[in-house]
């Protein structure tokens, strides 16, 4: 059983090893690659990519598998064996449900249709990405079906992301969270807008560079197992888990743009470098779902980047960071800025408040398209019908309304933005038990200091990977299955004092 | 047939996709990897290594191959899809005769003694490489083996880098060199040396790069297909034909490191980047050999860079970008500083008289070692007692001696450093059939200008890639065959006006 278990593990770490180079190509891509070298790059990370799928769809790996299912039965549900397995199991299941040749199409349209909206987005020009996003949607539809059995044809794709979850779930979620959260947006905007205008005036980015990474060395970033570097479209990527990577942005004319990014990015990160070092190379290092990677970001963002006592310590350094521009600025102005809630275009610029509304009309666009009631053609007009009486405005245009995100520009239509609201709600859930066990962490924060926290975060969540599902988790963690109150009453809490609601 | 040949180029293209990955996977780690991301790196290139050499020599390759023979008789020699699979060829039958298996060793005890090699070489510690030495040792000889009927035992070796040349021949080629280089080495050493304190002041880097820069793009170096990134130990690399990347490096006490390393790999890039784009992906796409590689970075480093009317053109640019340092420093000093002979430690770092000495010595190492007349154990002395007889110094240190260059410590012993010295006597071989050509050449350099030659050497030799070899090659463009004759007239006439030989 060892010599199978140790022949398993060679091969998913072979596996990986190609993933990996693929991730490098990927980042270099968005980073240091010279123009030139584009044309080559899609047929190469495609070529990386099937070549993983076939390696990992081996009817070895099966037998493997197979063989070492006896095994489990006689070790802990959490033994490292036993979850290896158990994963290596689930992923092996799915795989070999797809046909290579339909994975090759996949990645040959990914890669074909995320050219063409690099170049529609700035031209505004929804009309070329339509019959490329016409096929997402038809292989979108086609990969699920290699699912038969569903409940709703959203479900394997949100399955890929976050495990476990259905359509019919996270509907009855997001409407009872909907509930809760139109009154508050609509009493907050019905009041005068917060003045964020210190925030908008000129801030070298040399300067933003160093204070964000500041920031995120105190977070507990580690720059020994990572690095970060500037692209237009930030995200984490990684190597290894002694190379997790972060990019971000900067707006030399808003302060706010490059220094939550890199907040944000740097959570994902931290979720990753605290993963056990055992795990390597396997199906257990990684986040476990999208919505629990995206508690961390938004965690390290938002419930901790965006609080009062936060920037209690870390204002005056940054006063003292740009002088001529905050110098006569109050905290409680700044405060204020950084936590502005309003009716905007771009998803990922949005408030906490306002997020989700966005997060929701693309999900149930998702839905309504797989299941035909949406036809592409239609979806421009959908989002500014749905955008106008969910968020209040109009897009005055494609690029800042369908064209706006990368998602199904890159990847299949369904199961792609469920996780950002899951992951804002996981998030408030796990804070309010982190401070339970540990009263202090607000006090810390307020000292700059947050090694209780990342420590608890990193005992509780981070080392498991992907050894326990994101239900098994929040189970383990919260002892109770995810739950909408602890997020709401962040928000009403949160936002109650900022705007006497 | 031309299905046949389609499926031919998807694979091999597809095993140019994973080489590819393993280059930008190499520069990375050589560039931008976090110091944690080292311990999967080396087993992540082993795994694409090995994957291009089982996809490179599956029979199915060789059938196709087999097939496509009668179809290329009725082809012209020098037509691009005769070249391909003869060239194909060539490298499948070499391929072929190394089991996969062993290739596997070879890339795990690379990566082992790279590392090793990285901390050994500043602790000056010959002794902890040395198991790892004799290993490569071993494995180069056993490699060889694998190529039974040969003259000597590192021709099969040498055949990899300067595929039609031999041990003997090298050894009778470079014997004529020695002779006549010898007298103009002892003729100039024994004059009072050159006064290089032009070149040793402070030169801050971010100034270096863009006078660097701006001459490599002068020279045709295309930014739009590549770009230039700071490494310790500088070389050129691919991804693809559009995307041919550099490295350099700076220090900020000597001038003429970076400035010279940027020229040298701007020089090998060059020629990567006039490849015909139609070869892409296929084993066309390089170039033709070690030497014939050599001979563009030492030509646009040395025979155009450290010349007279190049400096009569640029000089005056340096002394505005550095009026401090050099604005009192006249022209000719200047170009005796960076004409400079001395006896010198460190290959790279040598002058372009003394350089091939520097060479010589290693390539008899090879064949001693190989041979088994030269003991890995014994290396470090006979390092110094050669050195001292040939060079005319000792070196302190085995860091400055036998661990100095990362040849051995990377790829195997054998075929690793004749191509420098080959490249220096085909550079001037090139250079004046160029001149006979183009007259106005010299008159163009000294007017910044590098359009005739670049275009002369595209069209002569780049533009080819691999579809001649070095011999074709030299014969087509020179019409004969290699000659040390061109070479040693350049060096007389060159260092005969510097030395008043």
């Not at 891509?29 to 390696?55: C, D, F, I, N, V």
Request: glycine share 8%.
């Amino acid at each position: 059983m060892e010599a199978k278990l140790q022949e398993l593990k060679t091969r998913l770490i072979e596996i990986n090893d190609l993933e990996s180079a693929g991730a490098l190509l990927h980042w270099d891509q968005s980073t240091y690659m010279p123009p030139g070298g584009a044309a080559a790059r899609g047929p190469q990370l495609a070529t990386l990519a099937k070549l993983a799928h076939e390696k990992f769809t081996d009817p070895a790996i099966g037998h493997l598998l197979d063989d070492l299912q006896p095994y489990t039965m006689g070790l802990p549900y959490d033994s490292d064996e036993a979850s290896l397995i158990r994963v290596t199991r689930q992923d092996y299941d799915k795989a070999v449900k797809v046909p290579p040749d339909f994975m090759g199409q996949i990645y040959s349209h990914t890669a074909a249709i995320y050219d063409v909206w690099t170049k529609a987005r700035p031209a505004n020009d929804f009309a070329i990405v339509l019959p490329y996003l016409q096929k997402t949607l038809d292989l979108s539809r086609q990969f699920a079906n290699y699912f038969p059995g569903y409940e709703h044809i959203a479900d394997p794709l949100i399955d890929f992301a976050d495990s476990g979850m259905k359509a019919s779930t996270i509907s009855k979620l997001f409407a009872e969270l909907r509930e809760q959260l139109v009154p508050i947006v609509q009493s907050i905007t019905s009041q005068p807008p917060a003045d964020d205008s210190c925030l908008l005036q000129s801030f070298p980015e040399t300067q933003q560079w160093s204070f964000g990474v500041n920031i995120i060395k105190k977070y507990g970033y580690d720059f020994d197992r990572g690095r970060q570097d500037k692209t237009h479209h930030p995200y984490m990527t990684k190597f290894s888990l002694g190379d997790v990577r972060i990019t971000t942005r900067f707006n030399e004319n808003n302060l706010g743009d490059g220094l939550f990014s890199t907040m944000h990015e740097a959570g994902h990160a931290i979720y990753e470098q605290g993963i056990n070092m055992a795990y390597e190379g396997t199906p257990l290092a990684g986040g476990t779902s999208a919505g629990v990677h995206e508690s961390q970001s938004r965690l390290w963002e938002n419930v901790v980047g965006r609080s009062r006592k936060f920037w209690h310590h870390f204002y005056p350094q940054l006063q003292t960071q740009f002088p001529a521009q905050l110098g006569s600025v109050p905290l409680d102005t700044f405060y204020r800025a950084v936590n502005k809630v309003e009716r905007s275009l771009i998803r990922t610029d949005a408030d906490e408040v306002t997020y989700n509304l966005h997060v929701m009309m693309r999900f149930d666009f998702e839905l309504a398209m797989l299941e035909g009631r949406l036809a592409i053609r239609d979806l421009p007009e959908a989002w500014r019908e749905r955008f106008k009486s969910d968020i209040g405005i109009t897009p005055p245009n494609d690029r800042n309304g369908a064209l706006q995100d990368v998602h199904w520009f890159s990847g299949t239509i369904g199961g792609s933005f469920q996780g950002y609201t899951l992951g804002n709600i996981l998030c408030a859930q796990f804070y309010d038990t982190a401070l339970a066990a540990h009263p202090e962490i607000p006090a810390e924060i307020e000292m700059g200091n947050f090694t209780t926290l990342r420590t608890w975060l990193t005992e509780k969540i981070y080392q498991y990977g992907r050894k326990y599902t994101a239900p098994e988790l929040t189970q383990r963690v919260t002892g109770g299955p995810l739950s909408i109150a602890p997020y709401i009453r962040y928000l009403k809490t949160k936002y109650g004092e900022l705007y006497q609601l």
